[in-house]
Nanobody
């Protein structure tokens, strides 16, 4: 069973930076892609950033230029570097991995940005 474990969330003032980590229990090259999602209170979960197996990255318009997704294949870990944080970035951030027709999710890590 694949496990994804996020870490790095917390309370941060607007304008600050955080780095989230997601460690997989298996070789991340086995996934078609890995993603960061977030869910704000009362809102639907939204896709924030994607890194494909080949290394291509994509971002939601709301985070372009501020967030960077990256990976360390040797550590089976992906990261989300978040800068210039805004209160609207507040939410639970989830790591997800897609493998063929299966998807795996972490438990989420809370990010709270105060104004």
């Amino acid at each position: 069973q694949v496990q994804l474990v996020e870490s790095g969330g917390g309370l941060i003032q607007a304008g600050g930076s955080l780095r989230l980590s997601c460690e997989a229990s298996t070789n991340i090259f086995s996934f078609n892609g890995m993603h960061w999602y977030r869910q704000a209170p009362g809102k639907q979960r939204e896709l924030v950033a994607t890194i494909a197996r080949g290394g291509n990255t994509n971002y939601a318009d709301s985070v372009k230029g501020r967030f960077t997704i990256s990976r360390d294949i040797g550590k089976d870990t992906i990261y989300l570097r978040m800068t210039s944080l805004k209160p609207e970035d507040t939410g639970v951030y989830y790591c997800a991995a897609m493998q063929h027709t299966d998807s795996y999710w972490g438990q989420g890590t809370q990010v709270t940005v105060s104004s």
